[in-house]
C-alpha cells in the first residue's frame, strides 16, 4: 500500500458542499437585494454591493453608505449507495452563515470608492457514522473570507467604468475520511487534512451603460484565484501497527483553482414602481482539471504525491429578477434562476455533489426613514436528482469516490441592514 492511497487523494479545498445560487462550490450570496431578485446585479446598481456584482455600476449608486448582511444556509442532502442495502442515507448537515458587508462613499453620478467583504466559500457537512462513501469523506469544515477595494468612475453621465482588486483574506479547511484498514485495538484507522490557505489576490473590472432611466446594460469579470494551502497537517489515527513504518508524512501542500466569472446584465424600468433585470454568467471551471496534493514524507520518508480527477466543464447560470415599490417605505422582490452543473457524469464527489438546478427567491426593503432601512431575502434551490455507476468510475479512472444517487435542496433566509449619509 502506498501513501497517496492512504492520505486524501479526493478531498477539496475552500469549497462549498452545495454552492447556493452557483454551479460547483461558487457561492452568490453576496448582497440582500440581489439575492432576493434571483442573484441578479450586473445591469443593476441597487446598492453598495455593486461593487461586488460590476464595479462599473457602482459609480450610479445614489448616496454613500455601509450595509451589512448575514445569511443561514440549511443544506438538505441524501444519498443512495449503488446496490446498496442501507436505503437512503442523509448527511448530518450543518448550518452555515455566509455573510457580506460594504462601504461606498464619493459623488453620484461621478466617482465612487467602496470597501466589502463576504463569505463567497464555506460549508460544514458531517456524514453519519458508518456511511456508504466514508472511505471517501466522512467530515468537512472550511470557511472562507474574501474583501475587495473598489474604484470607479462615470465617464459620462451614461457610462461608468470600475475595478476592484480581490483578496483572500481568510481561509481554512479541515477534511476527514475513514481508511479501509482496522488497527490492533478494533478502532478505524482514519485521517485528517487541515490547513490555512495562503492570501492570494486577483481582481474584478466592469462597464455600465445607461442610455436611460428606464434601461441599463452591464459587463463584469471577475478574475481566477489559485487558493494554496501549504504546510496543512496531517493526523492519522488508530494506524494499524504493520503499515505505521510506510506513512511518515506529516504535512501537505494542495491548491485548488477557483474559476473566472464572466456576466453580462441589463436592467429594464417600466414604470416608477417596476424594476426588471436579467442575467447570464459563465463560470469558467475548466481550469479545475484535478486536485493534487504533495506530502512531505510517504513511503520509506520519500516524498509522496496524490492526484484526483476533477475535469469541471464550464457552466452556464440564467437569472430573472423583479423589484416593485409598494410604498415610499416598502418594497418586493422575487426571482429565479437555473444553473448548469459543471460536473461530468462520473465525476461527483461527496463534498460536491453537483447538478443543474433551479432556484426560486424573495425579498423585501422596510425603510424605517431617509437614511436606514431593513433588507430581508429567501433563497430556495432545488438540485435535480444525479447519479453515477461503478462502471462510469471504473473508465473515467474516478474510483476514489463511491457510486450511488445524490439529491440535494438548500434554503437560504437572510437578513440585512443599511444606513445612508
Known amino acids: 500500500m502506498q501513501a497517496k492511497s492512504l492520505l486524501l487523494a479526493g478531498g477539496t479545498l475552500l469549497a462549498a458542499t452545495s454552492g447556493a445560487l452557483a454551479s460547483g462550490f461558487q457561492i452568490g450570496l453576496s448582497g440582500q437585494k440581489n439575492i432576493g431578485m434571483g442573484g441578479t446585479g450586473t445591469g443593476l446598481f441597487l446598492d453598495q454591493a455593486a461593487q461586488f456584482y460590476n464595479p462599473g455600476a457602482f459609480a450610479f449608486v445614489q448616496g454613500s453608505g455601509i450595509q451589512g448582511g448575514v445569511n443561514m444556509a440549511i443544506p438538505r442532502i441524501s444519498f443512495r449507495a ?5 436505503g437512503q442515507e442523509t448527511l448530518q448537515n450543518k448550518n452555515v452563515f455566509p455573510f457580506n458587508g ?28 458508518g456511511w456508504s462513501g466514508r472511505y471517501s469523506l466522512t ?24 475595478a476592484g482588486i480581490v483578496a483572500l483574506a481568510y481561509g481554512d479547511v479541515d477534511l476527514q475520511r475513514d481508511i479501509p484498514l482496522q488497527s490492533q485495538a478494533g478502532g478505524t484507522f482514519h485521517a485528517q487534512l487541515t490547513g490555512k490557505a ?3 489576490l486577483g481582481y474584478n473590472a466592469g462597464i455600465m451603460f445607461k442610455p436611460s432611466d428606464k434601461f441599463s446594460l452591464g459587463l463584469s469579470y471577475r478574475s481566477a484565484i489559485d487558493a494554496h494551502i501549504s504546510g496543512g497537517d496531517i493526523t492519522l489515527t488508530n494506524r494499524p501497527a504493520s503499515v505505521a513504518g510506510s506513512f511518515t508524512a506529516t504535512s501537505f501542500d494542495a491548491t485548488l483553482p477557483l474559476p473566472d466569472v464572466y456576466s453580462v446584465g441589463i436592467g429594464v424600468q417600466p414604470t416608477d414602481k417596476l424594476l426588471l433585470a436579467f442575467d447570464a454568467n459563465l463560470v469558467g471551471w475548466s481550469r479545475y482539471q484535478n486536485l493534487d496534493f504533495t506530502y512531505n514524507g ?58 443543474d438546478r433551479i432556484g426560486v427567491t424573495a425579498g423585501f426593503t422596510y425603510a424605517v426613514g431617509e ?16 447519479s453515477q455507476n461503478q462502471n462510469q468510475l471504473l473508465d473515467n479512472g474516478t474510483t476514489d469516490r463511491i457510486a450511488g444517487t445524490y439529491k440535494t435542496t438548500i434554503s437560504v433566509p437572510g437578513i440585512g441592514v443599511y444606513v445612508k449619509f
Not at 415610499?328 to 459543471?342: E, K, Q, V, W
Open 82 to 86: 449503488q446496490g446498496g442495502n442501507a
Open 102 to 129: 460594504y462601504a461606498g462613499f464619493g459623488k453620484d453620478n461621478k466617482y465612487k470608492f467602496g470597501i466589502g467583504a463576504y463569505t463567497p466559500f464555506g460549508s460544514e457537512l458531517h456524514y453519519g457514522s
Open 139 to 162: 467530515d468537512i469544515n472550511l470557511r472562507s473570507v474574501f474583501v475587495q477595494a473598489t474604484a470607479s468612475v462615470a465617464i459620462t453621465p451614461q457610462i461608468a467604468i470600475g
Open 198 to 200: 495562503d492570501h492570494k
Open 298 to 355: 510517504g513511503v520509506l520518508g520519500g516524498q509522496a504525491t496524490s492526484s484526483s480527477k476533477r475535469q469541471y466543464q464550464d457552466a452556464l447560470a440564467f437569472r430573472l429578477g423583479a423589484q416593485y415599490k409598494v410604498t415610499d417605505h416598502f418594497t418586493l422582490r422575487a426571482g429565479t434562476f437555473y444553473d448548469f452543473a459543471c460536473v461530468k457524469d462520473g465525476f461527483i464527489t461527496p463534498e460536491t455533489p453537483d447538478a
Open 371 to 386: 437614511h436606514f432601512g431593513i433588507d430581508g431575502s429567501f433563497l430556495f434551490e432545488d438540485f435535480m436528482q444525479r
